[in-house]
């Protein structure tokens, strides 16, 4: 159980675009989800938390007009990643919360050319 | 602001091995802490949740402990296997079920056949 997807788990776009990736919990519902971004030989770093039929809290330097977070029912949450930037490409995995424990998401690698 | 660090950052022992992987954190008030692998280019795998009450937790050839009052865990492997082989990451949670996980930069295991 406690099953989290994402899609697409790769995705290549070129400068100026917008990309939208997609987070669910297939067997349970999730009122919080957590989105994170990994770079090369780095740590994961929480970028926002989304909250169901809410806004998204934003981590500091984290800029929410370029980072769009919507989390319309409790299986899904989704981040666009708006005028994309080669500095955006990056591993951005998401997780859901349940009870103690969160999930993760197996991951999209984002290329921006 | 919680602060985890993992050390060493890579380590590369052979086969059969025992060995223990480092990690601290800066704020002790934390909820729990949890190990995960990593896999290159893919997802995290969680391997073993500590609450913060707990001083260890055991999982087959798994066992990670926690001293909450000097900030630190340690991850312990047991007769190291090649399919050990992958990036470790401790992550300390510090909040309510709002909050996300604050990671280290993890530890990359190889273990020679």
């Known amino acids: 159980g406690a099953v989290v997807s994402q899609h697409p788990s790769r995705v290549i776009c070129k400068s100026g675009t917008s990309v939208k990736i997609e987070c669910r919990s297939l067997?349970?519902?999730?009122?919080?989800m957590f989105w994170y971004r990994q770079f090369p030989k780095q740590s994961l770093m929480l970028m926002a938390t989304s909250n169901e039929g809410s806004k998204a809290t934003y981590e500091q330097g984290v800029e929410k007009d370029k980072f769009l977070i919507n989390h319309a029912s409790l299986t899904l949450s989704t981040l666009t990643v708006t005028s994309a930037h080669p500095e955006d490409s990056s591993f951005y995995i998401c997780?859901?919360?349940?009870?103690?424990?969160?999930?993760f998401g197996p991951g999209t690698r984002l290329t921006v050319t | 602001k919680q602060e985890v660090t993992q050390i060493p950052a890579a380590l590369s022992v052979p086969e059969g091995e025992n060995l223990v992987l480092n990690c601290s954190f800066t704020d002790s008030a934390i909820y729990n802490l949890q190990w995960f692998r990593q896999d290159p280019g893919k997802g995290l795998t969680s391997l073993l949740l500590?609450?913060?009450?707990?001083r260890e937790q055991t999982s087959g050839r798994l066992n990670a402990s926690l001293d909450k009052s000097s900030g630190r865990s340690t991850l312990y492997i047991a007769a190291s296997q090649p399919g050990d082989s992958a990036t470790y990451l401790c992550?300390?949670?510090?909040?309510?079920?709002?909050?996300?996980?604050?990671f280290g930069k993890g530890t990359h295991l190889i273990i020679q056949p």
């Open positions: 067997d349970f519902q999730a009122t919080t």
């Open positions: 992550a300390a949670y510090s909040g309510g079920g709002a909050d996300g996980l604050t």
């Open positions: 500590i609450q913060s009450s707990q």
């Open positions: 997780s859901a919360s349940l009870g103690i424990w969160q999930y």
